[in-house]
């Protein structure tokens, strides 16, 4: 079936040191897969981190960056240098490209981010 | 830009009762919404997808009778949780796409439903 795993928490790291949060898929029923990087900060709602469509290419935002590949169904989070306002929940998530079922987007179990001063 | 809204953010509800919860697109047309759930120590796991003037589709285990909703124009739907009980426990997302082919979901900040 179709299904998003990624890195168990809690992640803790200190601030700007490097972060990785892994995310693999499995797409069996969705013919275009998208993959995305949501993140829940304490206190508000879920937000669109970044996405990406076509497989091969790279998404970034905030200083964070993952590549879809396909090859390794992989879309593993990255920063450089991590502050502690990242921290927060980030969920990983696969979803279809066309028509009504785009909506259905199938979410891994959440990474909670802890950056420490 | 996109937002969307969410109300109540929380609400505490006797065992058997039920919930009401409300979903505002504010800066695009909501032409399709999901409702999505959380429940404790889980993922977000999708109840129903909605879409103006087309009928509403339900997941697996999850059912109109239990889950009604309603989305009557492109910025408004909502959903009921009837007859609650401890295993509805948990977070909802409402979360609203504009157009029908390969746009972001706008979530809102939830509604938690805690039962008691």
């Known amino acids: 079936g179709d299904s998003v795993t990624q890195t168990e928490g809690p992640v803790t790291v200190s601030e700007s040191e490097s972060l990785i949060i892994n995310c693999t898929y499995s797409?069996?029923?969705?013919?275009?897969?998208?993959l995305f990087w949501y993140v829940r900060y304490p206190g508000e709602g879920l937000q669109l981190l970044l996405k990406v469509i076509t497989a091969g290419q790279k998404g970034s935002s905030r200083g964070f960056e993952a590549t879809y590949n396909k090859e390794t169904t992989s879309f593993h989070l990255q920063k450089a240098s991590v502050q502690e306002s990242d921290s927060a929940v980030y969920y990983c998530?696969?979803?279809?490209?066309?028509?009504?079922?785009?909506?259905?987007?199938?979410f891994g179990i959440g990474t909670l981010l802890s950056v420490k001063p | 830009g996109a937002l969307v809204y969410q109300y109540p953010r929380r609400t505490i509800c006797k065992s058997g009762t039920s919930m009401r919860m409300e979903c505002q697109a504010v800066g695009f047309q909501a032409t399709s919404v999901a409702w999505y759930r959380q429940s404790p120590q889980k993922t977000f796991e999708l109840i129903a997808l909605?879409?103006?003037?087309?009928?509403?589709?339900?997941e697996q285990n999850f059912t109109q009778e239990k889950f009604p909703i309603s989305h009557p124009n492109l910025s408004f739907s909502s959903m009921t949780v009837l007859n609650a009980y401890l295993e509805d426990r948990g977070l909802y997302l409402c979360g609203a796409r504009e157009g029908n082919s390969g746009n972001t979901l706008y979530f809102g900040e939830g509604s938690r439903l805690i039962v008691v």
């Open positions: 797409a069996t029923s969705i013919a275009y897969p998208n």
């Open positions: 998530a696969l979803g279809d490209h066309y028509g009504s079922s785009g909506n259905k987007l199938i």
């Open positions: 909605s879409t103006v003037n087309s009928a509403i589709k339900y």
